[in-house]
T-cell receptor, first 112, second 115 residues
Framework: DAKTTQPPSMDCAEGRAANLPCNHS???????VYWYRQIHSQGPQYIIH???NNETNEMASLIITEDRKSSTLILPHATLRDTAVYYC?????????????FGDGTTLTVKP | DTAVSQTPKYLVTQMGNDKSIKCEQN?????MYWYKQDSKKFLKIMFS???????INETVPNRFSPKSPDKAHLNLHINSLELGDSAVYFC??????????????FGPGTRLTVL
């Protein structure tokens, strides 16, 4: 599985969009980009995933560059409850999860 | 309804003891996992398991062993507990590997403290 690089921390004002970047320059053609988050003391929570096209769900949007070497998770209207560690993971469809890892992630702090 | 549950939520024990953490999922998933999150918050896969294959992270000591009585349960047994085993352990599940996209659903975690 391709490795990912994320900034260690980011701040965002409440109500504003939070844009979390992830670099995955060694991504393979069939590997998906997944995003999870972990709110303090809780288990990680799946947010969204994508392959090539931009994706949107009720939680967030995922923008993947045309060369697929990087992506951005967008929380359109961040709230205080979005404060968490956000993990970007790249993984192939037939790759056992036992061979993929969560990196250090980005600690997002949403401020009033 | 809780999708992935773990018991106990907290576990405090002495060095050298043997303990187990239980995990159950009611999502009908075929694959389950155990992760360890240490004090530095790094989330590390320990095992993934379905009815076909057990994948063990090679860095996991053999004192740790997963036991699956059925598809909905994956328990973690730890023998001869050491101070370094203190961490939060998360269970997770997903649809069968190889079916394409596999989002994982995590339990609430078990905080293990070894004294």
């Amino acid at each position: 599985d391709a490795k990912t690089t994320q900034p260690p921390s980011m701040d965002c004002a409440e109500g504003r969009a939070a844009n979390l970047p992830c670099n995955h320059s060694t991504i393979s053609g069939n590997e998906y980009v997944y995003w999870y988050r972990q709110i303090h003391s809780q288990g990680p929570q799946y947010i969204i995933h994508g392959l090539k096209n931009n994706e949107t769900n009720e939680m967030a949007s995922l923008i993947i560059t045309e060369d697929r070497k990087s992506s951005t998770l967008i929380l359109p209207h961040a709230t205080l409850r979005d404060t968490a560690v956000y993990y970007c993971i790249v993984r192939g469809p037939n790759t056992n999860a036992g061979k993929s890892t969560f990196g250090d992630g980005t600690t997002l702090t949403v401020k009033p | 309804d809780t999708a992935v549950s773990q018991t106990p939520k907290y576990l405090v024990t002495q060095m050298g003891n043997d303990k187990s953490i239980k995990c159950e999922q009611n999502l009908g998933h075929d694959t389950m996992y155990w992760y360890k999150q240490d004090s530095k918050k790094f989330l590390k896969i320990m095992f993934s398991y379905n009815n076909k294959e057990l994948i063990i992270n090679e860095t996991v000591p053999n004192r740790f062993s997963p036991k699956s009585p059925d598809k909905a349960h994956l328990n973690l047994h730890i023998n001869s507990l050491e101070l370094g085993d203190s961490a939060v352990y998360f269970c997770a599940s997903s649809r069968e590997e190889g079916t394409g996209v596999n989002e994982q659903f995590f339990g609430p975690g078990t905080r293990l403290t070894v004294l």
